[in-house]
């Protein structure tokens, strides 16, 4: 599942730069993968390879977007209007790929009022009004790890169903509620450790 949504966005890059047929050996190569892996993956999917030319990309495109429900629009709403925040409100890919942002929420009367790109930010007393009359699926949390929770817990009260937590923080939330974890911090020091692993391993070999 951690590699559909890459097998995704390089289909579609390269369908828009004009390709009618993919290859699992060129999505692996992309992708540092190895040939099998790719097959082995897309197996499991209702799409059909052709030998020596691969996969109808259009095809393929439309497969992938489906299973990771890609092929719809998913409402969502932000809530902390920090740097972060506003980022992602700005950020013109999500629209692109199906999320519709309706809206960034605060409590800082200072931002409050303040314009994000089209958005406006509005109070954060306001996302359970949002979420009901938007019909918001996903909530995005960016503010500081202290009031990651609070944030989660009214989100799901409202009837939000996924949440992608920015925070330092674990957030719990009852069954039937989707929880993604995006740790900028953590994976630099993911990255720092391979880093290092790789300089090791190639000191080993000279």
């Given at each position: 599942?951690?590699?559909?949504?890459?097998?995704?966005?390089?289909?579609?890059?390269?369908?828009?730069?004009?390709?009618?047929?993919?290859?699992?050996?060129?999505?692996?190569?992309?992708?540092?993968?190895?040939?099998?892996?790719?097959?082995?993956?897309?197996?499991?999917?209702?799409?059909?390879?052709?030998?020596?030319?691969?996969?109808?990309?259009?095809?393929?495109?439309?497969?992938?977007?489906?299973?990771?429900?890609?092929?719809?629009?998913?409402?969502?709403?932000?809530?902390?209007?920090?740097?972060?925040?506003?980022?992602?409100?700005?950020?013109?890919?999500?629209?692109?790929?199906?999320?519709?942002?309706?809206?960034?929420?605060?409590?800082?009367?200072?931002?409050?009022?303040?314009?994000?790109?089209?958005?406006?930010?509005?109070?954060?007393?306001?996302?359970?009004?949002?979420?009901?009359?938007?019909?918001?699926?996903?909530?995005?949390?960016?503010?500081?790890?202290?009031?990651?929770?609070?944030v989660a817990d009214r989100l799901v009260a409202?009837?939000?169903?996924?949440?992608?937590n920015l925070a330092y923080a674990n957030v719990?939330?009852?069954?039937?509620?989707?929880?993604?974890?995006?740790?900028?911090?953590?994976?630099?020091?993911?990255?720092?450790?391979?880093?290092?692993?790789?300089?090791?391993?190639?000191?080993?070999?000279?």
């Open positions: 599942m951690r590699r559909l949504p890459k097998y995704l966005t390089l289909v579609q890059h390269l369908r828009a730069g004009g390709a009618e047929w993919v290859s699992s050996a060129a999505l692996a190569r992309a992708l540092g993968l190895t040939g099998s892996t790719v097959r082995q993956d897309l197996s499991h999917l209702n799409v059909s390879g052709f030998s020596r030319r691969g996969y109808r990309a259009a095809e393929l495109e439309r497969v992938l977007a489906r299973v990771l429900g890609a092929d719809r629009t998913w409402k969502v709403v932000i809530v902390g209007a920090g740097n972060l925040g506003q980022a992602l409100a700005k950020h013109g890919d999500l629209q692109r790929h199906g999320f519709d942002i309706c809206g960034i929420f605060d409590i800082d009367s200072r931002v409050i009022g303040r314009k994000v790109g089209i958005l406006r930010v509005t109070s954060f007393s306001e996302v359970d009004r949002v979420v009901k009359e938007r019909g918001v699926r996903l909530g995005i949390i960016a503010v500081p790890a202290p009031a990651a929770q609070e409202a009837g939000i169903q996924g949440i992608l719990l939330v009852r069954s039937g509620v989707a929880v993604v974890n995006a740790r900028i911090l953590e994976s630099l020091q993911e990255l720092v450790y391979l880093v290092r692993l790789e300089a090791t391993e190639w000191r080993k070999k000279r």
